[in-house]
């Protein structure tokens, strides 16, 4: 599997519309379709013109892409942290997630109520922000319990991670969320033990109306960038009732539509490119039999990791890797005719998986 979003953000601003275009994609060719796991959650195929290339070449007849699961995770109200409505299970959802798509309003509609009062989008987003926060000071503040006796008999251990502790507290009870605290790698690596859901990374995706994608100008997506920007964090906006009826058309007429806005892609596919950008993830792809994958790995992954990915045998009895860089594949022709030409080349355990490499491993089981 691929890697977990979830879609967060107050009630009304258009997740479960975003969740209902996602799962209707057009799918091309060979490539299956979304999958519904549960009502509010399914698996997307990530559309990827390399992979496709590279299938043809090989003559594949099953096509398998990378995926990304979404969730539509319902409930945040004020008050969730409290376990008020849907609370809990709100919070426990939001913690398996690595990668949050805030969803915040910027589309105008007197018929869709939006609590509360009108939209503001700075305000919104502190408000979904503060139940994380809330959420994760509780989680604390029980962490702080469990080290106390450690902190009583001077353990090393234990006086640094209740020192850690102190910081972070205080820095969301200034109601910044986790991820905007300046850490090491090793305080970062103590932190991420805690399990906190403001700690997650979150892309800013801003429902805007029609209008708005028109003339590329919405007053929410330029508050919302402020804010972003302050915190390194990415924006994107998207209108998702338009994402909605493209997802119903078929390639041709959702093109037509697409030029029309004046747009190059929809709104979906400029989505999850930005989710792997952000997460830092590269993909490989490899060619066995009749089928081509591709693999989302995250960047710095070797050769040996990679190939645990595709099967734990692999790792265990790896040998060494053939790589070739999918254009360049391409430019053989086939990969026979690259593998005569030499054009392979031979990489250990240790090497440094590249976006767009084609992998043929080697192992003995
Ligand atoms: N005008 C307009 N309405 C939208 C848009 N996205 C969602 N809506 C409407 O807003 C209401 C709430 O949307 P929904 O997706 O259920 O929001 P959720 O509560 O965040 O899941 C629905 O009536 C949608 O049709 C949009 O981009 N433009
Ligand atoms: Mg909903």
Known sequence: MGFKCGLVGLP?????????????????????PFSTVEPNMGTVPVKDERLLKVADLAGS??????????VDIAGLIKGASRGEGLGNRFLAHIREMDLLLHVVRGFQSADVPHLPGDPDPFRDIETVDLELILADLATLEKRREKLEHGIKSRSKEALYEGGLL??????LDAGKPARTLPATAEEKAVIDSWQLLSSKQVIYVINVGESEIMSGESAAEQAVQELAAKRGEPVISICASL???????????????????????TGLHRLIRLGYDYLGLVTFFTIKGIEARAWPVKRGTSARQGAGKVHSDMERGFI???????EELLKYGSLSAAKEKGALRLEGKEYIIADGDVILFRFKV
């Open 166 to 171: 102190d910081k972070l507290f205080s820095h």
């Open 320 to 326: 060494a890797a053939e790589v070739i860089d999918w």
């Open 12 to 32: 009304n601003v258009g997740k479960s519309t975003l969740f209902t275009a996602l799962s209707r994609m057009p799918v091309e060719r060979a490539i299956f």
């Open 61 to 70: 007849e099953k096509i398998t892409p990378a995926t990304l699961t979404v």
């Open 243 to 265: 994402e909605a009826e493209l997802s119903d058309m078929e390639e041709e007429e959702s093109r037509f539509f697409l030029d029309e806005y004046g747009l190059q892609d």
